[in-house]
């Protein structure tokens, strides 16, 4: 069998795919990304094509804090745009809301097998930002057509609740068919009621908070210590098999987990938050994707409306596909009046397959070689979540026409791989902005112990001049970056200003 790369460039051939306008003779070394004394043999197998675009991806991305509209087909970004015009909303709150209306619709109508993983579109968003940024307008309007379906399905059940009840009484109609009900969206919600939803809702269902941090708040309300690793399970599609005497049925069975999560909350309260709640030794924080909020001031903005069309195309879209999977996923089970679903499989076709298998390589090298463990983390929680943008973005581009699109293409796949290097530089601002607290690692590499050795005790030490230092330890000015954001090693006490936390 051919080298990864060969087939990659094989199947760009064939295909017609525009190569990037460089030459590919060998990868260049690029010092803000390759330390001199790291291993490079993980960038080696990488399709040269491929890894030009990972390294422009990864630049643009450090580059531009707002995630670009342009990644989502025209139906998405016609709305985003009319939402920035408009309202002058956040563009990565406008890029957070639509991927949590999507998600929410197809739910776990859809599965994606690639390698030997099972993925489903869910997703924990939190959009962050201060007052005036005007978080809730925006999400609440992407979030319109999943209400509208919650409005809709409980109007359906009191129709059937009424009838059943109606007809439960008179011997001339037989009606042995409980009504379901059926819930898409929910505002809150203790551990045992969302167990319940899911139990009753297969599908899957949507947690919209207008208010992140009530959710927070109310994390282990009940039960100390019990809630984060439930969360982190229905994240991580681990089922729930739960006895409890005082439940009818005797207790929870849910095998497929499905819960999205979206709220807002202002940046302050989000550092409360991790220091006093929910902290970063296990990789909950991780899981929620952070929109963050870039505007620095405010604009005035247009007195006109909306242009109904354009929302309405938005909102209809996401109904049908929420619809069309209704109708061909969902299949009622008369002896335990449930409903249960069908997934529709979804795989990746060679060259996405090739072109992941290359950017996780990608990730891999980054992991290897960046000294700060929280990074890993991110990496870590970032290539599961390519996987589920790929998901997304097969979605908003191909709608209900499933049939003829059941594998994910090279171009979605390059728009999920993408669109993750922009999450992932967002998780590393948002860690650097709440200054999160980890728990000491002792022991540094010779070259990273040697840096830290060579900054004075008690001495502020300025980012720049910490860079210049690290030149001489051939630490590349990235990696600097990286380790002066490690909580367990440096205060942060002034803008680009830090101070040794520990004396080695």
Aim: proline letters at 3%.
């Amino acid at each position: 069998m051919k080298k990864t790369h060969e087939r990659a460039e094989i199947f760009a051939t064939k295909q017609n795919i525009q190569p990037i306008a460089e030459k590919f003779s060998t990868p260049k070394k690029n010092t803000d990304y390759i330390d001199e004394n790291d291993d490079d043999s993980i960038l080696k197998t990488i399709a040269l094509q491929n890894l030009a675009l990972f390294q422009k991806w990864e630049r643009e991305a450090e580059a531009n804090d707002n995630i670009p509209l342009d990644i989502f087909p025209k139906i998405f970004r016609e709305y985003g745009k009319e939402l920035l015009r408009i309202l002058s909303s956040e563009n990565n709150f406008i890029i957070g809301g639509m991927i949590a209306a999507i998600s929410g619709a197809i739910g776990n109508s859809i599965r994606l097998y690639a390698a030997n993983y099972i993925n489903v579109p869910c997703f924990y968003i939190a959009c962050i930002g201060n007052s005036g940024a005007n978080k809730t307008e925006t999400i609440r309007r992407l979030m319109q057509p999943l209400t509208t379906i919650e409005s809709r399905l409980n109007e359906e059940y009191d129709i059937q609740s009424s009838i059943y009840k109606r007809n439960k009484n008179d011997l001339s109609v037989k009606s042995d068919v409980i009504p379901i009900r059926q819930s898409l969206i929910v505002t809150s919600g203790t551990m045992e009621s969302i167990y319940d939803l899911m139990q009753n809702n297969e599908k899957g269902i949507s947690l919209f908070r207008a208010e992140l941090k009530g959710f927070f708040d109310e994390l282990n309300q009940f039960r100390i210590g019990s809630d984060i690793p439930n969360w982190l399970q229905i994240w991580s599609r681990e089922g729930f098999n739960i006895s409890r005497k005082s439940i009818p049925g005797g207790g929870y069975r849910i095998d497929n987990p499905f819960v999205n999560i979206i709220g807002m909350i202002q940046r302050e309260k989000f550092k409360e938050v991790i220091n006093t709640k929910i902290g970063i030794s296990d990789g909950f924080l991780w899981r929620f994707l952070p929109c963050l909020a870039t505007k620095e001031k405010r604009v005035r903005t247009p007195s006109e409306k909306i242009n109904k069309e354009i929302e309405d195309r938005y909102n209809n879209f996401i109904i049908e596909i929420y619809d069309y999977l209704y109708m061909n996923t969902l299949v009622r089970n008369l002896q335990t009046d449930k409903l249960k679903v069908n997934s529709i499989p979804l795989y990746l076709d060679v060259q996405a397959s090739l072109l992941y298998d290359d950017w996780q390589a990608y990730c891999s090298d980054r992991w290897n070689k960046t000294p700060n463990p929280q990074i890993r983390e991110m990496i870590n929680k970032i290539e599961i979540y390519c996987y589920r943008f790929a998901i997304i973005l097969h979605i908003a581009e191909n709608g209900v026409n499933l049939k003829k699109a059941s594998d994910i293409g090279f171009l979605t796949m390059a728009k999920a791989c993408q669109l993750s290097e922009y999450f992932l530089q967002s998780m590393q601002n948002n860690y650097d902005q709440v200054s999160g607290q980890s728990e000491k690692t002792p022991g540094l590499t010779d070259k990273y112990n040697d840096f830290y050795n060579a900054i004075r005790n008690s001495e502020p030490i300025t980012r720049n001049a910490a860079k210049i230092l690290g030149e001489r330890h051939k630490i590349s000015a990235r990696r600097v970056d990286e380790f002066l954001k490690r909580k367990d090693m440096f205060t942060k006490i002034g803008h680009g200003v830090y101070i040794k936390s520990i004396i080695l």
